[in-house]
């Protein structure tokens, strides 16, 4: 995943240490069941779908988190069995990045990646055929519209639908809040990634469904108002505060509020002079 979603600044400690130990959960599941190297691709974004996808409350009493300790300690089946699901989550979401960026022109790294983690994939796709082939119709999609250029909305849309079918088919997510704030959050993980990587993209002549632009530069000192118009028709997605009913609200609503928008300046202005 892209690793744009994290806390602002400015919240509360409790919120960072909530959303940290979350964190640490994702990490410790990857070790647990996939291998220890497997904590390299532990990702901030998957760490927000941990909060909204499960119904517990994980580690958030734990006042100390030991870096190199796995999670042998779980003796509940179903949290045993969602630290496993969620650790697969992150590692085929990984895979999918990968094999695109290899197909992207981006290949030497991601060949070497994808190499070396080739049995720890197998081994997740074997775990979870379905949520490998989710991610791999996904991607699909995604490259479909890519190969005809479309715009970044149809792309959004496609990576949104992706990240629903994992919340709904392999996580079995009822609640339409959270798949709301879920899609939500998918399309603005896109379209940051987009922003972010203008330039690279441009010097490299892959796509971008932002290119047209031609650098970020030009982007923002032309067009930050769509871009800010564009991010409001996403947020118009999302349901009103008072119906964010999902686990630790207020850690929710603090990212949402707070964590992406300010993420969003940031990528949108780093590096740029205006």
Not at 169 to 197: C, G, N, R
Request: charged share 30%; net charge positive; aromatic share 14%.
């Amino acid at each position: 995943m892209f690793g744009y979603i994290k806390m602002d600044g400015h919240a509360p400690k409790r919120y960072r240490d909530y959303f940290k130990r979350n964190y640490c959960f994702l990490c410790r599941s990857l070790d647990r069941h996939y291998g220890f190297f497997s904590r390299l691709f532990v990702s901030y974004d998957v760490t927000f779908f941990v909060v909204l996808f499960s119904e517990d409350n994980y580690l958030a009493s734990v006042p100390n988190v030991p870096c190199f300790r796995s999670t042998k300690t779980l003796k509940d089946k179903s949290k045993e069995e969602f630290a496993k699901k969620i650790a697969a989550l992150n590692l085929t979401l990984a895979a999918g990045e990968l094999i695109d960026n290899i197909s992207d022109k981006d290949k030497f790294y991601a060949k070497v990646a994808y190499s070396v983690y080739g049995h720890t994939f197998k081994k997740v796709r074997k775990d979870y055929p379905l949520l490998w082939e989710i991610v791999e119709q996904g991607h699909q999609a995604m490259n479909r519209v890519e190969e005809e250029n479309g715009p970044i909305e149809e792309i959004e849309n496609c990576f949104g639908t992706l990240i629903e079918r994992i919340a709904r088919e392999v996580f079995e997510v009822t609640d339409e809040a959270k798949i709301s704030i879920i899609k939500y959050v998918a399309k603005m993980l896109y379209f940051m990634d987009a922003a972010d990587d203008i330039d690279k993209d441009v010097r490299r002549n892959t796509y971008n469904a932002l290119k047209a632009f031609e650098s970020k530069r030009d982007y923002v000192l032309r067009h930050y108002a769509d871009l800010k118009k564009h991010a409001a028709d996403l947020r118009a997605d999302l349901l009103p505060q008072e119906k964010r009913k999902c686990l630790n609200v207020g850690v929710v609503s603090r990212i949402l509020d707070f964590g992406i928008p300010e993420m969003l300046t940031k990528i949108c202005f780093k590096g740029v002079r205006v």
